[in-house]
């Protein structure tokens, strides 16, 4: 099935530096999802996207439906060691593809004190 | 939100045997799915579970391989039928309420078969 193109892969950084990641896609999604992963547990969701060009915070994450509705992005400022984990993208359609999502590759965060 | 809990959180299997998850929410809601993840990969949907009426399966995914129940609005379970080494994944469900298309995630299943 269709994957989402999430980059990059991977982020090194130091602690209280900003990172940001994004998705892409050839085709339009009505909704927008970021989730967090870390080891053994399963996705928790940090911020969901309802409209083209919506910008939402969630605390120091801020993401954005892109006007195109193919594509979105998540920032994090002032990282912290506790952001470590996977981040995924994940794009819902309408229709009779209602409630299911599409996801990224993931992006790998480190955070070096 | 919904709290979505998994039963068992882990296991270790024999080839040829089958494996049946548990998915439990606290609040009844709409849309129940079901997804591998396999080793170092993305989520991939599996189905969605539809109570009272048989799931329906994404490409790649049939009923014999991954019969899944829904007999209410809070309880799902996928069964891993005839199970090989390369079903050896994470099998997590989600759940979504109608209206705003937010899913929550439940903590995942970690299935090894030997």
């Known amino acids: 099935g269709q994957q989402l193109n999430q980059s990059p892969q991977s982020m090194f950084i130091q602690e209280g530096e900003d990172v940001s990641m994004n998705c892409t896609s050839s085709s339009i999604f009505n909704t927008w999802l970021w989730y967090k992963q870390d080891p053994g547990e399963g996705p928790v969701l940090l911020i969901a996207l309802y409209k083209a060009g919506e910008l939402t915070s969630n605390g120091r994450l801020t993401a954005q439906f892109g006007i195109t509705r193919k594509d979105s992005f998540l920032n994090i400022s002032a990282s912290i060691p506790s952001d470590v984990g996977i981040y995924f993208c994940?794009?819902?359609?309408?229709?009779?593809?209602?409630?299911?999502?599409?996801f990224g590759q993931g992006t790998i965060l480190t955070v070096h004190p | 939100s919904a709290v979505i809990s998994q039963k068992p959180s882990r296991d270790i299997c024999q080839r040829g045997t089958s494996l049946t998850i548990q998915c439990q929410v606290d609040?009844?809601?709409?849309?129940m799915f079901w997804y591998r993840q396999q080793p170092g990969q993305s989520l991939t949907l599996i189905a969605t579970?539809?109570?009272?009426?048989?799931?329906?399966?994404e490409s790649g995914f049939v009923i014999d391989k991954f019969p899944i129940s829904r007999p209410n609005l809070t309880f799902s379970t996928l069964t891993v039928s005839n199970m090989s080494p390369e079903d050896s994944s994470i099998y997590l469900c989600?759940?979504?309420?109608?209206?705003?298309?937010?899913?929550?995630f439940g903590p995942g299943t970690r299935l090894t078969v030997l």
């Open positions: 989600s759940a979504g309420t109608g209206g705003y298309n937010e899913q929550f």
């Open positions: 609040s009844q809601v709409t849309m």
């Open positions: 994940a794009g819902q359609r309408g229709g009779t593809s209602y409630g299911k999502l599409t």
């Open positions: 579970a539809n109570q009272g009426s048989e799931a329906t399966y």
